[in-house]
C-alpha cells in the first residue's frame, strides 16, 4: 500500500449517535459515570438533557476509520484529545490526512492526523495516529 | 494529591469475551473484526479494568467521587500487538504524573496521568494505555 503525505484517508461516518450504543458501551465498560444514561445529569450540565457519548466510542469512530484504510491490526498508536463532547443524537464523521510516511521495523508506517468532526464543523477529537501499512502483494 | 503519584494498582488479569467484541464492535457502527481480532477500543475497560480498579474506584481516589467534574485531557494508546479475544491479559500499573493549575478564585484543575502496561501469557508487551483525566475542584480546596 503506497500513500503519500497529504493523502486524505476516506472518512468514517455514524450517522447518528444513539443512548442505545451508550447503554451498551456503559454496561461493557462497567462504567456507572451517569452522563451517559442519567438525562437529569446532563440537563443539569447544561446539556438540555441530551446524553454524552463515551470518548473511547469516539475514539473508536476514529480506530473504524483507519482499520477500513489499512488493516484491522493497523493502529500501532493513538494519542487523542477531546476539546468538545459529542451528545447524543449527532451526526461525526472521522477524517484523516496522512502527514509523514517512514519505514519502521521492515514495514512502512504513516503517521497521519486524525479528527471527529460534528456535523457542524466542530471537532470533537483532535489527535495523530500511527499507522503500519500492509505490504504491497504485486 | 501529589502524594498520589506512585500509587499502583492491584494489578490483574482482563480475558475479552468474544460476545462483547461483538456487542462493542457493533456500537462502535463495524462488524466485528474478523479471526478473533478484538476492536483496539477496548484498550480503555480492559485496562482499567483488568488492572484492577474501576472509574469509581479511580475517581474516589483523587477525590472526585463526590462527583464533582472530571474532564479528559488525552488518551494515548500504544499497540505492540493486536488485541484478541479468549487471552487473558497481564495488567499492572498506575499512577504516574500529578500537575495543579490554580489561578485566583477558578476551579482547581488537578490533571492525573495514569499509565498501564498490557502483556500476554508469555510476558509479550502487547499496549501501553496512558491517559491524562482533569479532575476539578471549588477553589477553596486548595489546600487538599
Redesign the interface.
Known sequence: MKVAVGEAIPP?R?ERVTPE?MR??AA??????PIHWDRDVTRALGFDGRLLNQ???N???V??ML??WAG??C????????PQPVLEGDSVTAHGEVAAVSVHDGGTLAVCDVWLERQDGVRNLV?RAWVALPADTD | MAALVGHRFPGGTYRIEHW?NF??S?????DT??DG?A???H???VA??GVGT???EIFDLVGSGDGSPVS?????????Q?LREDVTYVLRGGITAFERSARDGSPIRDSFTYEIQIDDPSALRVADVAFRWHHWRPAEEATR
Open positions: 468514517f455514524m450504543r451498551t458501551v461493557i465498560f462497567r462504567d456507572p459515570t470518548t473511547p466510542l475514539m473508536a469512530y480506530i473504524n482499520m477500513a484491522p491490526t493502529v500501532r498508536r493513538i494519542r487523542a484529545a477531546f489527535g | 462483547e456487542l462493542f457493533e456500537a462502535t457502527g463495524i473484526p474478523a481480532i476492536h483496539p477500543a484498550l480503555f475497560h482499567i479494568n474501576s472509574i469509581t479528559i485531557d488525552y488518551y494515548d494508546w500504544q499497540i505492540h493486536p
